[in-house]
């Protein structure tokens, strides 16, 4: 009984090399994507939102696929996810409060001659 759960749990771990090479397509497709955005020309903040959007989907799929995050307890997925994502949120937070700070003192102190 004992070896055929330790063999139920061994063919648990391997996934499908179709997943893998579906991941490897998705990865190409999205950085031809990205590259694209530079050889049509699209300029301003549409270039870099498209490029950043790009580059966290091809991050997330290498995470969740290639480093087996997909299949990892919630718990841990959390711990290794939620850091990053309050590091974004609170550099977002700091943008926002220089920006307000420059204007506050433009206002107050006028432009510079």
Same mark, same amino acid.
């Given at each position: 009984m004992s070896e055929m759960t330790a063999h139920t749990q061994t063919a648990q771990q391997h996934h499908p090399i179709r997943l893998y090479l579906l991941v490897w397509?998705?990865?190409?497709?999205?950085?031809a994507f990205s590259y694209?955005?530079? %050889?049509?020309?699209?300029?301003? %903040?549409l270039r870099w939102s498209l490029i950043l959007l790009f580059m966290m989907l091809k991050a997330g799929l290498i995470v969740a696929v290639f480093m087996h995050m997909a299949w990892e307890r919630l718990a841990l997925v959390y711990a290794i996810l939620l850091p990053p994502a309050a590091v974004l949120a609170f550099t977002a937070l700091m943008?926002?409060?220089?920006?307000h700070t420059i204007l506050t003192r433009l206002a107050f102190f006028g432009t510079a001659p």
């Open positions: 397509g998705l990865l190409f497709v999205l950085s694209m955005v530079d %050889y049509i020309g699209i300029q301003g %903040y943008v926002s409060e220089a920006n």
